[in-house]
């Protein structure tokens, strides 16, 4: 079992900044994919970014140059760092790990932290 803890999130206003983080609690923290999803009222959970253990990263389209997620393994911590936030980037933020595990797929959730972008 992998804990996952969020933090960082809260309110900005609409053209600012803001970082999250999420630490694992897993000794082959390095091994899993990571990933931030997020879910806005109403909506269904979708995936904002993720990094795989080599380093790979890709994003889904409405925050291509604005979000990026990195990932310190010394650390067991991934971050998104999110620039230039819209209101429609409110949400709660999820952070995700996941990896194969004989051929199963595993993967564990955090418990969400809110992001909400306003005036």
């Known amino acids: 079992q992998v804990q996952l803890v969020e933090s960082g999130g809260g309110l900005v206003q609409p053209g600012g900044s803001l970082g999250l983080s999420c630490a694992a609690s897993t000794s082959i923290f390095s091994a899993y994919t990571m990933g931030w999803y997020r879910q806005a009222p109403g909506k269904q959970r979708e995936s904002v970014a993720a990094?795989?253990?080599?380093?790979?990263?890709n994003y889904t389209d409405t925050v291509k140059g604005r979000f990026t997620i990195s990932r310190d393994n010394a650390k067991n911590t991934v971050y998104l760092r999110m620039n230039s936030l819209k209101p429609e980037d409110t949400a709660v933020y999820y952070c995700n790990a996941r990896r194969i595990i004989r051929l199963t797929p595993v993967q564990y959730w955090g418990q969400g932290t809110q992001v909400t972008v306003s005036s």
């Open positions: 990094i795989t253990s080599f380093g790979v990263t």
